[in-house]
T-cell receptor
Framework: GAVVSQHPSRVICKSGTSVKIECRSL??????MFWYRQFPKQSLMLMAT?????????EQGVEKDKFLINHASLTLSTLTVTSAHPEDSSFYIC?????????????FGQGTRLTVV | GNSVTQMEGPVTLSEEAFLTINCTYT??????LFWYVQYPGEGLQLLLK?????DKGSNKGFEATYRKETTSFHLEKGSVQVSDSAVYFC????????????FGSGTQLTVLP
């Protein structure tokens, strides 16, 4: 299957700083990328849908000014957690869908464990 | 709304034991159902899927049957291996929707030799 690379896999940052997470589709072009967050013992929750060249669509309750998403190319989307706080500590995972007219399978990155201290 | 409830883990089994991970769902439309697996250090991978009632998805010895009457999609394997140790996620997507998947909370499976 197609490969999605997410970096970094783990990051620890100080409260108040910003962290950028990258999601790359390595061998295919992805017009749409998705960002999820998972708190302990809870489901993966969709945060936002990112379309190449346009603004991301955020799910209800997700602050767009705090979680900045950029999808500047067909192979790269970034999620920046701005002014991070301990409650932002979570597992973040991206997925990318192969370009095409109909809905196709999504491929996932390995996730990023963010710890804010 | 749409939601997925799956069996809480962790689940620990001996090699060659029978595995069942329960998954039930609620959906406002006609969902397709999925099982994803995440091996340590890797991304989620599609394990199997079923797109309509009574369909059976199967892969790598795992099976799940789409049961509309019980709104379930339980994952089963007759004889697990150590290499099956991973986190398993049940998910749904409403057919015809461009929206992404709704996931369960995941079940950690550990298989001991």
């Amino acid at each position: 299957g197609a490969v999605v690379s997410q970096h970094p896999s783990r990051v620890i940052c100080k409260s108040g700083t910003s962290v950028k997470i990258e999601c790359r589709s390595l061998d295919f072009q992805a017009t749409t990328m998705f960002w999820y967050r998972q708190f302990p013992k809870q489901s993966l929750m969709l945060m936002a849908t990112s379309n190449e060249g346009s603004k991301a669509t955020y799910e209800q309750g997700v602050e767009k000014d705090k979680f900045l998403i950029n999808h500047a190319s067909l192979t790269l989307s970034t999620l920046t957690v701005t002014s991070a706080h301990p409650e932002d500590s979570s597992f973040y995972i991206c997925s990318a869908r192969v370009s095409g007219g109909r809905v196709t399978e999504a491929f996932f990155g390995q996730g990023t464990r963010l710890t804010v201290v | 709304g749409n939601s997925v409830t799956q069996m809480e883990g962790p689940v620990t089994l001996s090699e060659e034991a029978f595995l069942t991970i329960n998954c039930t769902y609620t959906a406002t439309g006609y969902p397709s159902l999925f099982w994803y697996v995440q091996y340590p250090g890797e991304g989620l991978q599609l394990l199997l899927k079923a797109t309509k009632a009574d369909d059976k998805g199967s892969n790598k010895g795992f099976e799940a049957t789409y049961r509309k009457e019980t709104t379930s999609f339980h994952l089963e394997k007759g004889s697990v291996q150590v290499s099956d140790s991973a986190v398993y996620f049940c998910a749904l997507r409403i057919s015809g929707s461009a929206r992404q998947l709704t996931f369960g909370s995941g079940t950690q499976l550990t298989v001991l030799p």
